[in-house]
Nanobody, 122 residues
Framework: QVQLVESGGGLVQAGGSLRLSCAAS????????MGWFRQAPGKEREFVVA????????YYAESVKGRFSITRDNGKNMVYLQMNSLKPEDTAVYLC???????????????WGRGTQVTVSS
């Protein structure tokens, strides 16, 4: 099994930046595509971005293209989400997940972290 733990969330003003980290346990990290999702109160879980097993392929939601960037370091079992030009509508709990293959569908992700809160003030 894979254990995922997010960190790096916090409070930031609109226009600011934040970097989230997701640490994965186990030796099979490189076998999984990784994704970031977010969920705000009263809303459904929303796909944000995903990255392929090797890190060579990425797919971004239209709402974050040009502002967010995902990277991974398989040697460190880490995946990162760099968030720039943050907007109040980005406020949500951000969760990382592992799945196969690269997909935007949450049902295809079999391991999930508990999430980290990101709050963007206006």
């Amino acid at each position: 099994q894979v254990q995922l733990v997010e960190s790096g969330g916090g409070l930031v003003q609109a226009g600011g930046s934040l970097r989230l980290s997701c640490a994965a346990s186990g030796r099979t990290f490189s076998k999984y595509a990784m994704g970031w999702f977010r969920q705000a109160p009263g809303k459904e879980r929303e796909f944000v971005v995903a990255i392929s097993r090797s890190g060579g392929g990425t797919y971004y939601a239209e709402s974050v293209k040009g502002r967010f960037s995902i990277t991974r370091d398989n040697g460190k079992n880490m995946v990162y989400l760099q968030m720039n030009s943050l907007k109040p509508e980005d406020t949500a709990v951000y969760l990382c997940a592992a799945g196969v293959p690269l997909t935007t569908e949450p049902d295809r992700y079999v391991y999930w972290g508990r999430g980290t809160q990101v709050t963007v003030s206006s």
